[in-house]
């Protein structure tokens, strides 16, 4: 499989996933505060390259790899998401400026469950989610217990590996995972049109 059929494939992968998630918020109390952007001020969120190879692919297409790539600095592992667009100095409000080709962990996070190591399934969220939506919170963890469909983390991370099992089982900070997947990308381009000219 090459780096586009790749691409196909998590693409494919993320639309399945975006249909599970929307049925689970059309029945959930609980969804994530419009504009917080918390968690994407977090250096260290692991992510794969994989995951973030639409991204790339689509930032290629429209001219914009090389400028994404060049943003993400030297010390990318110290600084919040490249791909949050901040309202805030602090970068703990903002949205998404790729929210389309978000990677896997963006999709996942606060709109999924994993099994504890009783074999119940609880809700990946946020501190501020439990803590600011107590209430709803709850109510949405008391309707997984109760049967609640959700998507299920690990399900789509085991699709994901499936894929390609060296990209997707190389976890990394967030902006090295999109640096790795705009490199791939880069220099896939650039070597197939290198020959084929």
């Known amino acids: 499989m090459n ?16 249909v599970e998630t929307a049925a689970y918020h059309n029945r959930a109390a609980l969804s994530c505060i419009i504009g917080c952007g918390k968690c994407c001020a977090n250096p260290s969120v ?3 390259a994989l995951e973030f190879l639409p ?3 689509a930032a290629y297409h429209s001219g914009k790899a090389e400028e994404l790539l060049d943003s993400i600095g030297e010390n990318p592992e110290q600084s ?9 100095v602090d970068g703990s409000a903002g949205s998404c400026s790729q929210y389309k080709t978000r990677g896997l962990i963006c999709r996942l996070f606060g709109s999924s469950a994993k099994k504890n190591k009783f074999g119940v399934k609880e809700l990946i969220t946020c501190k501020t989610l439990k ?13 997984i217990s109760e049967g609640l469909a959700v998507p299920m983390s690990s399900h789509y991370y085991t699709q994901l590996y499936a894929i390609d099992p060296s990209m997707a089982g190389m976890q ?3 902006n090295l995972a999109i640096k790795r997947a705009l ?14 000219g």
């Open 3 to 18: 780096l586009i059929q790749k691409s196909q494939a998590v693409s494919a992968l993320f639309e399945a996933l975006d």
């Open 46 to 48: 692991p992510a794969t």
């Open 55 to 57: 991204m790339a692919m």
């Open 80 to 88: 919040y998401c490249i791909l949050l667009t901040t309202l805030s």
């Open 131 to 143: 803590e600011e939506r107590a209430e709803e919170h709850l109510l949405t963890q008391k309707a």
């Open 172 to 174: 990394l900070p967030v």
């Open 183 to 196: 490199e791939e990308v880069l220099a896939f381009y650039f070597y197939s049109e290198g020959q084929a």
